[in-house]
């Protein structure tokens, strides 16, 4: 009775308990199947062993074995009405281990219907209730401001112990002879945020060292920069460089870089011994000046990373509302026909398309493309391409050459990054020159009048400005020196040598475009770090790997389609669509001429999927106030009376018109009840 019980809960709450978890899954798909009213030889085909293998105990099913538990198929619809018995469950069960009750069983599990132990059985298989969290208040207290750092949660107590390094070899935890240490510890919403202040009191430049270690009793689930880590991982990542470790049951804590510096240069780990540790390997004070770090600390009593991405991203008011799709055109669509383009923008629901620049000559042919999508697509929003490093100075036109001169252009050649060797730094396998811009410098200069040229002179809604961090290397090893970084030797902690942050020396002059451009009311989609997230709220990774989608956490919560798969078809975007939910994030699509017109393209879940204000994020799926966006079955709502308006997409992302969802009323509150095969997806829009 227990192993059928337990078998029952794998089923419906998808956990794997057994090794039989194939044909547990199988169950499922055909339970979803019999909720949209599919005939017995629709499902027969469905699990065809031709298509999926479904074996038990070492046992593999043929098709007539299969067709012999046609019986079941009454109790798989009654389980996915909502309407089912303590039977219907145990008949499922039962089908899924390759066997079916005998009468005796059956007459035995009636009468053990209305006992309290089938009726719990039966309420925890119900659908699991899926809203957004009252609040992401973290009431965390402090133990003890001082080195090591004492915080609690509830039950729980946690250490943070810091070090800092000197150059003469040693480890130190507070001031010394090289620099004054001062430290502020203070509760902010949500978390604990603590300020080191690093004072030179030498001549030179001093290397220092820090490193924050928090130790843990006994091994916990890890995530470094949104992913999971194991013991001895480390990670750098300027977007999402944070370190989180939780024990399920017992709560769990993580550590964010916050101030420019700190963001740039951290580096997050888990060490051997099951500590977290965020440390900074780059930092150099110059002679006489004071630094200030800062990182913010939060703890949860109970939960996951999820738990500690939705405290952080409230508390650092990350959440703004994402209007979308969007795609690019680059400009071998011109021979397109006007009924292919409109199709392609109808079928991707896009709502904003920015004009690749890349390699264009003659700027005539941008400025006939805009005028087209104005005339064909007067809905959608136009972007201009931007790049502010490469040396291919895009859009730089006639009077933008004579509004600089060809002197200025000529020098401006030698505002280049410099690698550590010296060596002027290239863009990849391109060999496209890599600049950087200033206030001060030639290479800012122009740059600036092509946004200018931009702003004045195109009809466009906006800028897509690619790269806007940096581009190719993030280090310039030359001057000017960006007053905080340096190679430091790991063993002896001196300096080796002084170096830049590329995105620090250029960060003035990119403020002040930001700023140019907003101020004319133009709209700017860029990837940028948190300093830019309140103005350039719109940004996305690429997806050449799937997983680059957890720094989005940290930042602007949109991927953008993999765009290197010149192959890939209608449906891989569709299950990219739906694998970015798995990481939290909302999907934009790359070059609209993918995939090629031998593909069948329709309507698909980006149909629905904007605009969304987050309030909270999940693996699976997001919950905004516009609408809830998933891949997950559950009960659905948002705690309120709100209509609901439910889209559902099947396998292949296309739109299931009678998909049978019901959405019901409870105690004047509005729910509705998703159950979603493998590869479904649903938006539900709120009323």
């Keep these: 009775m227990k192993k059928i019980c337990s078998v029952i809960l794998t089923i419906l709450l998808g956990v794997s308990l057994y090794a039989n978890e194939e044909a547990l899954l199988k169950a499922h798909k055909a339970t979803v199947l019999a909720t949209y009213e599919f005939d017995m030889k629709t499902c027969l085909k469905y699990m065809h062993p031709e298509y999926i293998e479904i074996s038990s105990d070492g046992t593999v099913f043929n098709y007539s074995e299969i067709k012999a538990l046609v019986p079941v198929t009454d109790s798989m619809k009654n389980i996915a009405s909502g309407k089912y018995s303590l039977l219907d469950l145990m008949e499922v069960a039962a089908w899924s281990e390759g066997k079916s009750l005998s009468k005796e069983e059956r007459e035995q599990i009636k009468a053990e219907e209305n006992t309290a132990e089938a009726k719990k059985i039966i309420a925890e298989s119900e659908l699991e209730v899926i809203k957004p969290t009252e609040d992401f208040k973290n009431v965390v207290s402090v133990a003890s401001a001082g080195n090591p750092l004492k915080l609690v949660n509830g039950k729980n107590q946690w250490l943070i112990n810091s070090s800092f390094s000197t150059p003469d070899g040693k480890w130190n935890t507070g001031s010394n002879k090289f620099f004054d240490h001062k430290r502020s510890v203070k509760n902010v919403p949500g978390g604990i945020l603590v300020s080191d202040t690093f004072t030179n009191l030498t001549d030179e430049v001093l290397p220092v060292i820090q490193k924050h270690i928090v130790p843990f009793a006994a091994k916990g689930n890890y995530y470094i920069s949104g992913l999971d880590a194991k013991p001895g991982s480390a990670a750098k990542n300027m977007f999402n460089g944070s370190v989180f470790g939780f024990i399920p049951g017992k709560g769990g804590i993580g550590m964010v870089p916050m101030n420019r510096v700190l963001q740039i240069h951290a580096k997050a780990q888990i060490n051997k011994d099951n500590s977290l540790q965020l440390f900074d390997d780059q930092f150099a004070l110059p002679p006489k000046k004071s630094i200030t770090q800062e990182f913010f600390i939060v703890t949860v009593e109970n939960g996951d990373y999820w738990n500690f991405i939705n405290v952080v991203r409230n508390s650092l008011k990350m959440n703004h509302r994402l209007d979308g799709p969007l795609g690019y055109l680059h400009m071998n669509w011109g021979p397109w026909p006007d009924s292919r383009l409109v199709k392609r923008i109808k079928d991707g629901s896009i709502k904003t398309i920015f004009m690749d620049t890349h390699a264009v000559k003659d700027p005539q042919i ?319 829009v709120r009323k």
């Design 366 to 684: 941008i400025r006939d493309g805009i005028a087209r999508l104005r005339k064909l697509v007067p809905h959608v929003k136009v972007l201009c391409y931007y790049h502010s490093q490469l040396n291919g100075l895009y859009l730089l036109t006639e009077s933008v050459r004579k509004a600089v001169g060809d002197d200025l252009i000529a020098k401006a050649d030698a505002d280049q990054v410099l690698l550590k060797s010296g060596k002027g730094a290239t863009y990849y396998h391109f060999g496209s020159k890599i600049h950087y811009t200033t206030l001060d410098n030639n290479y800012g200069k122009i740059k600036e009048k092509v946004i200018d040229e931009i702003l004045n002179n195109w009809d466009v809604d906006g800028i897509f400005w690619d790269e806007f961090s940096s581009s190719g290397t993030s280090w310039h090893y030359g001057e000017p020196w960006d007053g905080c970084s340096a190679d430091i030797d790991p063993d002896t902690f001196k300096l080796i040598t002084k170096k830049s942050s590329v995105y620090m020396i250029q960060y003035e002059w990119k403020n002040k475009m930001v700023n140019k451009i907003l101020d004319r009311k133009k709209f700017i989609f860029s990837g940028v770090p948190r300093d830019f997230l309140d103005r350039i709220t719109h940004g996305h990774c690429e997806t050449a790997q799937i997983s680059n989608c957890a720094t989005q956490l940290m930042r602007s919560p949109m991927q953008m389609a993999d765009y290197t798969n010149h192959k890939i078809s209608w449906v891989d975007y569709y299950r990219a669509m739906c694998k970015g939910l798995d990481y939290g994030v909302l999907f934009n699509w790359a070059h609209i001429s993918l995939p090629s017109t031998r593909y069948d393209m329709y309507p698909t879940l980006t149909e629905y999927m904007f605009p969304t204000t987050p309030i909270e994020f999940r693996s699976g799926y997001i919950i905004g106030k516009e609408r809830i966006v998933t891949n997950r079955s559950g009960r659905y709502g948002w705690d309120d009376n709100s209509k609901h308006e439910v889209y559902v997409y099947d396998e292949e992302g296309k739109i299931v018109a009678k998909h049978k969802m019901k959405t019901v009323t409870i105690n004047g509150k509005t729910w509705t009840d998703l159950r979603l095969a493998e590869d479904w997806s649903a938006v539900i």
